[in-house]
């Protein structure tokens, strides 16, 4: 019996998600596809803000890999070695076990990791925003922080606990703070505060503007919904030290605290910088095929890979989930082109619109160029994502049901603690000594987390 072509996916992100899926389809005669991977899910992050905020509980946004793609072979572990000659990748495995996987096509589609800017005290009290273990732990930290707020023998200390700052407006840390002010102000109908005292969304982005990668309607239409929220919007402004009691704004003022979520953006996962190969702001280069120039056999997609921009020549595509997914697929038609199986494909893309959950009936949505606010953009973003989810769309729309009409539960489960949560993924140009003075320079758009909806 002829062997069949070894096709190693490493990453289950969008892309790689959507390149196994389709290559289990349409080469499975040709190919014998393994998916390496931590978990053995596909996490749909742009609804995780809501598994944070206690909407959707948190299997429904995750996808089973071998459930949903049973011609694949998973493997759970984190890729830690690439060699392109050996055509070999090596891997450590949950519990620490070692082992190395032959290939004949790779596509590597292993994301991006957590920014971490050269801001004192940032790694030490800030989490981040990146998987279900931050969205856990995040719901349990802002329940706690009300009941011990509710608790708390002065008003300064009161004040402090029910204060939440989220630094990075883009998507992530806009859809954070929209859907925390709509948690804590649940969690305090029943946990009544000290008189006067309210909870307190601080939302930080030294951009000029929140969502500044998107069309002005939408981030318009985000500052105006928070703002009537309660949320205090300040942009301009960064972080310039944090501290266990609170963090020290760029501007000198101090803002006492005991939760900081840090949605700064993004960056490629170290491991292509160890390839060897050209890189883009950390991104592997790659052809509009997706291929790596000199290895016709690795193709790269998603967060990790630069891809060029045919739409905007010069330029390359952003981090985003919607080019993940696609270039997800473009890189699977390739593989399987590579295998015989139809011919490849230059990526192109023409985003049709964008669109942001705000939390309850609000949204900001952009459909094809017309520009929707309200419950009717509320409306499209649900379609929308119910219509991307590979899997769970039931169990979603009756989570939704269910958050209309009853109230949520507000319980801390004590899943996940702070210290398995680290913010520890920068790089170690950024590493500093105690007496250099540090400023957050702007992200960079093309970094926001990869998690807004799209048409």
Known sequence: MERLDRVLIVGAGFAGYRAARLLTRAARREAAVTLLNPTDYFLYLPLLPQVAAGILEPRRVTVSLSGTLPRARL???????VDLDGRTVSYTDPEGGRGTLAYDRLVLAVGSVNKLLPVPGVAEYAHGFRGM?????LRDHVTRQIEL?????DADACR????????????TGTEVAAQGVLLTDALVRKRPLRHGVR???????????LLPELDEHLSRTAHRVLRERGVEVRTETSVKEATADGVLLDDGRFVGTRTLVWCVGVRPDPLVAALGRPL???????????????????FACGDAAAVPDLERPGEYTPMTAQHAWRQGRTAGINVAASLGRGERRAYRHKDLGFTVDLGGAQAAAYPLGVPLSG??????????HLAALPGNRVRVAADWLLDAVLPRQAVQLGLVRSWSVPLDTASPELARTPDTPAK?????PSSESPDGGST
Request: charged share 20%.
């Open 280 to 298: 883009e702001r950390g991104r592997l280069l790659v052809d509009p095929y997706l291929t790596v120039p000199g290895h016709p056999e690795v």
């Open 160 to 171: 402090a606990r029910c204060t939440f700052v989220v630094v990075g407006g883009g998507y």
């Open 199 to 209: 909870p307190r969304w601080i939302l930080l982005d030294i951009a000029p503007r």
């Open 75 to 81: 493997v759970l572990g984190e890729a830690d070695g």
């Open 133 to 137: 273990p931050e969205a856990l732990y």
């Open 440 to 444: 957050a320079p702007p992200p960079d």
């Open 149 to 153: 707020a509710a608790a708390a023998p």
């Open 375 to 384: 419950p009717l953009a509320g409306a499209v973003t649900r379609g929308y």
